[in-house]
């Protein structure tokens, strides 16, 4: 019995950019201690109050099935968030809330492409997304960012490549160049979507993540709230990952074809674990600003250990739990640079090659390890490429 192409597609034929990171957790499978700078995963686990919270109401009976686009309360304390955060007018009829973030891109492309529709997307890219592009029936196509422009994409790239797609995901701050697109730069995505009819899907699961200036969504420029759907996730803001609890704002006609869909895929997202993130959401602002500030800090310590060499270059990073470095001084490839230091000093990065074309001779760091490890693994690193160059 054969699977379906579709499914079979997925991965798309080639290679996924995770070897690195499968070869890290061999080593440590067999006991190698090896400093992992790869995951985009907290170094903190879910704060206690949010988990009693969890437990309190699974205690108290809400483990039945939940209302499928998201309890009342919950959609009103998103759609209140990111009204306050983007000036658009948002109620809970512009919200569903859905099983994490990456549920979310899916049921968002699966609600904007027909078979075979072209969906654009940004080079460097979130592993996932030619992936998922390809699960929702798309077309993978992606427009790449250039490194010399500190990757913030060109519309007139975008624009090259719009005629007759459907759609354009963009990620701001992004993983994996931890960049922070410009207003510029998003109003050029905005004029392209509108001069070819394109949805414009913004990923914005770290918008709590912002290290200069505050975020901006592309969905509160002009015209762009009608044909954008904005992903939303706790993963990162609340260090909820685990809990798989994220949401899609759109055009409440939109909503109303995702309840659609989830009613007949996820069948929405538990009650227990809605409760615990509106308790969580209910935290405010400053509690948002302390799951963030360790990735602030270790952005300050990497950038101090930048300053002090020139081999090494950061791409200007804004946001984001990650750096994106510039490692061709080198004369390697971002793959043969992670693999010489996993092998030499036992310290996991990605290439950036896994994550497009377009960050060839890089590679990613996450900041997701103690401050004095991280300190001393990003020295390493620095040391290691000055002694290759
Ligand atoms: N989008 C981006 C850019 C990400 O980096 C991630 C996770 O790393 C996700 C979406 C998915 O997050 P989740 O499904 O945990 O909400």
């Not at 499968?22 to 170094?43: F, K, Y």
């Not at 975020?215 to 260090?239: F, Q, Y």
């Not at 793959?335 to 074309?357: K, Q, Y």
């Amino acid at each position: 019995m054969q699977a379906s192409k579709r499914i079979s597609n997925i991965l798309g034929g080639g290679s996924d950019g995770w070897e690195v990171f499968l070869r890290a957790r061999q080593m440590i499978a067999s006991g190698t201690p090896v400093t992992e700078l790869t995951i985009g995963e907290h170094d903190i686990r879910t704060a206690a109050p949010i988990l009693q919270e969890m437990h309190r109401t699974a205690m108290a009976g809400h483990t039945g099935y939940a209302a499928v686009p998201g309890i009342d309360s919950l959609r009103d304390a998103v759609a209140a968030r990111v009204q306050a955060q983007s000036g658009v007018p948002t109620t809970r009829g512009n919200v569903i809330i859905t099983p994490g973030g990456q549920a979310a891109l899916f049921a968002a492309h699966s609600a904007v492409l027909d078979p075979g529709d072209t969906a654009l997307y940004i080079d460097p890219y979130y592993a996932t997304y030619p992936g998922t592009l390809r699960a929702a029936s798309g077309t993978p196509v992606a427009v790449q960012a250039r490194a010399s422009d500190a990757f913030q994409p060109r519309a007139a790239d975008i624009a090259a490549l719009a005629a007759g797609a459907k759609s354009l995901l963009v990620n701001s701050p992004n993983n994996p160049t931890g960049v922070v697109y410009s207003r510029e730069t998003l109003q050029g995505i905005a004029e392209v979507c509108q001069t070819h009819d394109l949805w414009l899907i913004s990923d914005e699961v770290y918008d709590t993540q912002i290290w200069e200036g505050a975020h901006l969504s592309p969905r509160a420029l002009d015209g762009m709230a009608e044909r954008t759907l904005v992903v939303g996730s706790m993963s990162k803001s609340h260090a909820m990952t685990g809990s798989r609890i994220g949401w899609i704002v759109g055009p409440e006609d939109m909503i109303e074809h995702l309840t659609n869909l989830a009613t007949h895929t996820t069948y929405g997202v538990a009650g227990f674990i809605q409760d615990a993130a509106l308790f969580a959401l209910a935290q405010g602002a400053d509690f948002e600003t302390q799951i963030a500030e360790p990735f602030r800090r270790r952005r300050d310590i990497a950038l101090d250990i930048l300053r002090a060499q020139n081999v090494v270059k950061s791409v200007p990073n804004g946001g984001a739990m990650y750096m994106m470095l510039d490692i061709s001084a080198t004369g390697m490839d971002g793959e043969a640079f992670a693999n010489a230091l996993l092998d030499a000093h036992h310290i996991a990065t990605m290439p950036g090659e896994s994550f497009g074309a377009a960050a060839a001779g890089h590679i990613r760091v996450a900041m997701t390890i103690e401050d004095n490890a991280f300190a001393t693994a990003m020295q390493t690193l620095c040391d290691f490429a000055k002694s290759r160059t």
